[in-house]
């Protein structure tokens, strides 16, 4: 059965007020359009989690859409600070509770697993665990020694983007894969957006790539271009130019806001910014072909060997 | 064709097949239960998914299947993952509804024993042992075992616990805290069993032509009958057609 | 630097009197093979590890290469009983350590991860537990109920069968992937067996299909049909005759040990062994074709999006 | 070309490429540990391995990778993986034996600061947090960090431990059984620090022109001389040419 609609809705049907957000992605496939549309929807009080923030939650944040952020990462890959977040950190007007990359991620481990929490090996500094009382320890009941442990992270919704998908959810995900599988098997509910929705033949034609199943999707979303400014392997380049110029618009409220007003508030969706874009920057971003070599995985429909 | 009137296999396979549900996630081995879906997807579930347990999904296999890793099941699957992912990601997270489970011994409580007749550490006979049994019992919504009905494969008591059923009865099963509903039914050669609200095994429907005295002389103790015990619809004609033509036209394991 | 040596070579440099091996491959890509290489260098008191002993490992077994067998499903699949893998224990010859399959793994997910243990949930089949005093118990600090957990699997050396490789072990696999990957990390030391030593081209291009790095990697030997009466995805089917005749075979013990005189002692290598199987079975297992589609990784090179 | 004479980057990236050994397994992120790395390998270390915390290994970039997630880090890579395991299978595990880490404050003992300045529940300056640098510092062999050299990049005692150097000195980094040796060197535009044996950081080399009383006017602790303090070699013609010309044309961060 397919689960194909647009975006808007998506974000509409799963998304919610109060909702625990995870947009996934690790610097690749970061699902901007998603983001936009749930600014443009108006929907608030959101907790954020991600491990590496970016661009998508300090618009998110600025957009007043967040109550809470869960991270690890709260930089400006490259280029420095996230400044809207940082702000509203400072200020006190955003809650956080913040890990490291392998506790955060072991988070989604254990919820995607289905396990009451994740061990981790200690790494011996100490102030970050006493911050956050999500952080526990266990003893290692062969060695005597302590283990920290972290409790499994259970979105209510997550946003996954793949290179492509068929209509049912089944996704080819290639490239950096950062927490994108693990993110889609913990959350409850989990829309995947793609850059192509294909027939389930290209699927079927390499299980192995299969890294997002339908089983656990429940809308899927057409929306090429959709994690502009990050990117997409073999589709689009990263645009280094805006998350420097980011820098520079997010140095006030005010900048922001002109930004999401612009880029955001007066566009309907995705396709409609990607033209705004303009022809410039579709051929600055252009990926070239390097394609990956194919593989044989047999045909065994002939019954010979089966005479037995 | 394999012959004119149905045999036990196709007996089981049938009534196997009729227990699933549209849209059911099933976590199965080759052989009698995966005839069982692909004859439920044929019929009246054809949104059933199938999960592999060598951590196959979505396969549509150009042949029957002969074993557990028959290269067949991944040729045009829609994914494949590995095995610590197909316990994790799958099973123990709850995404499954059924599994089918099997045993040399199953209980008064549904217990089952794949592991070892007599002593563990002096076995009378040594079985293959868990596979993924004792996770598929613990975790999966509901499961199903299918076994011919012989006395000495329904003890009062497993020699060893390999998969967990309702233990001793009552709320045992649901104090240890595992998430999964247990068996809600074993069909047999003879009729279906089903637990009671007390976990007991007993007899809820006789196959066409089957006594409750037949099933009482080949269980292990004494079982009861249930009050509304039902007669099972023989096979039609389209199910036997369909498992015969399409699914095992060799009769390999029907 | 190239790792390529010959099986023999690779077997009489890693695998010693008294190791703990894992020969991997869950019903795939069995490296029999190198099994065969081990029994005819009368290697001794070896710890066998696999979730499914398979004939692998009753082979090894009837030859007298084996101290202990640690298991979690010791069947012939599809057919029946490993015959004298469970004569030997019955009669108290060979020492066994038993799991279930999740269990099993989650031994190698722990060696793989550098964890002191690995937690699952409970199953309420406490028989096993009771037996093997590796299996232990652990409070969650979040709900206060108890988890099982096992200790890492850390193999001595593991033998890892893969479709390609290049000649420093980089490793494309597909298929079914059983515990390939986490039994090759969890070990000391590594054997790579492949059906082609391929150009590092052909894995670089496509990374995300190279689920064995190098890194890993102690050995590399192309050995061609390795894996039968096992299978490899895409390059021969399995041998299904095999395995029921293994039933007959393995009746007796004299069965077994005249088995092993024509097709282990009395050949050199696994070139031999595939020769004698002739034309007729060489037709019978061949795996026709069917090819993944392939996908776009994106040639970067242009430098255009980099004048920022 | 970016100038004649080299430039305090240049400086610290010929230095660092230098600590590195022949067959190094190196976590690496872009920037200046990046060219350290990429330099390395094309003078006295060819068989270093790269390994960058998004999951790519034995990249092969066509252009100079602006940030961790730049595609053409992935494009003729040996091999990709998820976040979970580049952090589990090669850091965790102990695969790994160079890191390179950075941070607003270094202390005396080698512990690092990238979380905040102030207070942490009411931040002066809320830094980028840990990513992966609290790992990192635990579990790599040994580890590197390159920074310029100011005052305020060198407390005594930094705000907050993001990342674990030698604590408080002596055995104290061992006690909390963490696996790695811990900081062996941090590299700035002055010249070399080295953890004695008590694990506080003190002078191991000047670069050329650089006074030890620069150094400790750029200190915030009565920094000591190593008995043995060196001058370091300048950058020589094919270091820089290396840099220059292949590796960072454009002089991004050179």
Redesign the interface.
């Known amino acids: 059965m397919t689960k194909l609609m647009t975006l808007s809705e998506a974000i509409q049907l799963h998304v919610h007020d109060g909702d625990l957000l995870y947009a996934s992605g690790f610097t690749h496939l970061i699902p901007f359009a998603a983001a936009h549309e749930i600014i443009r929807q108006g929907i608030k009080d959101i907790t954020l989690a991600r491990a590496t923030p970016d661009l998508i939650y300090d618009q998110l944040v600025a957009a007043g859409c967040a109550r809470k952020l869960i991270f690890s990462y709260m930089g400006n890959p490259g280029v420095g600070s996230l400044r809207r977040l940082r702000a509203a950190i400072e200020s006190g007007e955003l809650e956080w509770e913040e890990y490291s990359h392998f506790s955060m991620i072991s988070r989604l481990k254990a919820g995607a697993s289905g396990l009451p929490f994740m061990p981790m090996k200690q790494t011996g500094a100490v102030d970050l665990e006493a911050q956050n009382p999500a952080f526990k320890r266990v003893m290692d009941p062969y060695t005597g020694e302590e283990v920290v442990v972290v409790p499994p992270l259970k979105p209510d919704v997550v946003v996954v983007h793949a290179q492509r998908a068929d209509s049912t959810g089944n996704a080819h995900i290639w490239g950096i894969l950062g927490e994108q599988r693990l993110a889609a098997f913990a959350s409850r509910r989990v829309i995947l957006t793609a850059e192509e929705i294909v027939d389930e033949e290209v699927i079927r034609s390499d299980p192995n790539r299969t890294l997002i199943p339908g089983l656990v999707v429940d809308a899927v979303c057409h929306v090429p271009y959709c994690t502009h400014p990050s990117y997409t392997q073999g589709y689009y380049d990263r645009d280094n130019e805006l998350y420097l110029a980011w820098d520079q618009i997010s140095k006030t409220q005010e900048g922001v806001q002109s930004y999401l007003e612009e880029w955001v508030y007066d566009l309907p969706d995705r396709a409609a910014y990607w033209e705004k874009l303009g022809p410039e920057v579709h051929r600055r971003l252009s990926a070239g072909t390097f394609l990956s070599q194919p593989v044989n995985y047999g045909d065994y429909s002939n019954q010979d060997n089966h005479d037995v | 064709m394999c012959e004119n009137e149905y045999n036990q296999n196709e007996l089981m396979v049938v009534n196997a097949a009729r227990l699933l549900r549209d849209h059911d ?1 099933v976590f199965v081995g ?2 009698i239960p995966n005839l069982a879906c692909n004859l439920a997807m044929r019929t009246h579930a054809p ?1 059933i ?1 199938l999960i592999y ?6 396969s ?5 299947p ?19 992912d197909v ?9 499954v509804d059924v599994g089918f489970l099997g045993g040399a011994q199953i209980d008064r409580f549904g217990n089952i024993n794949a ?1 070892v007749i007599g002593d ?7 079985l ?8 598929i ?3 999966v919504n509901r499961y199903f075992v299918i076994t011919p009905h012989q006395k000495r494969r329904f003890p009062a008591r497993v020699d ?5 059923g309702f ?1 001793t009865g009552g709320d045992a ?1 649901q104090r ?4 999964g509903g247990g068996p809600k039914a074993v069909v047999t050669n003879l009729g279906l069993l089903e637990p009671d609200q007390d976990g007991e095994l007993v007899c809820q429907a006789l196959h066409p032509g089957v006594t409750f005295d037949q099933v009482q002389e080949n269980t292990g103790w004494p079982i009861r009958q249930a009050d509304n015990c039902a007669i099972t619809l023989p096979p039609n004609a389209e199910e036997l057609r369909i498992l015969r033509e399409v699914l095992d036209p ?1 009769c ?1 394991y029907i």
Chains 1, 3 share one sequence.
């Open positions: 996630v080759v052989g949104n998914q347990e060598a951590g196959v999904i979505g549509q296999p150009s042949r029957l002969l074993s557990i890793g028959d290269p067949s099941l991944v040729s045009g699957a829609s994914s494949v993952c590995s095995m610590y316990f994790s990601l799958y099973l123990q997270r709850g995404n592991t563990y550490q002096h076995p009378k006979v040594r293959p042992g868990s596979g993924g049994s004792m996770e019992a613990a975790w060893f616990h390999t998969s967990i233990l099963r240890t805290g595992v998430r060799k390999i």
